[in-house]
């Protein structure tokens, strides 16, 4: 069985940083992309950032390039967004995304991250 | 980068038929996947490749694409698939993803 379980979120204040990890099991994790996506409060889905399976391919959309870095650890079926320079719009929850083949779509429960003062 | 663009709401009545739009250019050479979302839980795809449904999905649930809009359709609506639904863009070519700002079904 797939699972994802990401952890790290909490409470921020602005310029601060925070490190998200997903944790990967039931499946060949060194094979898969995974991403993160986030959801601000009320509004919709946007993706934040992508890492192929054997880390040499990364990219990130324009409103987190240059503060956030997506990282994984296959031995430890693992991966991770290091979140610096946070933003109050940096507020969100922050998924862990595996999509394979076909239907092979999982996501884990999310981490909720608040930047505020 | 590609935007997708959808309805904010879509309200149907219980057995009637849905129908979620979602336009962009990129959809003209990118598959579309379709998620549903219930208020807080994570999305689940319903459709992938445009068309195509994932095991588990019921049948009334079914894509289509024509050009640069792709559509999700919901036959014989039932009150537990109201939900915010939200169109994907992927390619193989550009692992990159963009979301369609999602739109809320009310049943």
């Known amino acids: 069985e797939v699972q994802l379980v990401e952890s790290g979120g909490g409470l921020v204040q602005p310029g601060g940083s925070l490190r998200l990890s997903c944790a990967a099991s039931?499946?060949?994790?060194?094979?898969?992309?995974m991403r993160w996506v986030r959801q601000a409060p009320g509004k919709g889905l946007v993706w934040v950032s992508h890492?192929?399976?054997?880390?040499?391919?990364?990219d990130y959309a324009d409103s987190v390039k240059g503060r956030f870095t997506i990282s994984r650890d296959n031995a430890k079926e693992t991966v991770h967004l290091q979140m610096n320079s946070l933003r109050d719009e940096d507020t969100a929850v922050y998924y862990c995304v595996l999509r394979g083949l076909g239907d092979f779509d999982f996501w884990g429960q999310g981490t909720l991250v608040t930047v505020s003062s | 980068s590609p935007e997708l663009t959808q309805p904010p709401s879509v309200s149907v009545s219980p057995g009637q038929t849905a129908r979620i739009s979602c336009s962009g250019e990129a959809l003209a050479e990118r598959y579309a996947y379709w998620y549903q979302q219930r208020p807080g839980q994570a999305p689940v795809l319903v459709i992938f490749k445009d068309n195509e449904r994932p095991s588990g999905i019921p049948e009334r649930f079914s894509g289509s694409s024509s050009g640069t809009i792709v559509t999700l359709t919901i036959s014989g609506v039932q009150a537990e698939d109201e939900a915010d639904y939200y169109c994907q863009s992927a390619d193989r070519n550009d692992p990159s993803w963009v979301f369609g700002g999602g739109t809320k079904l009310t049943v």
């Open positions: 890492i192929n399976g054997d880390g040499s391919n990364t």
């Open positions: 039931g499946f060949a994790f060194s094979n898969y992309w």
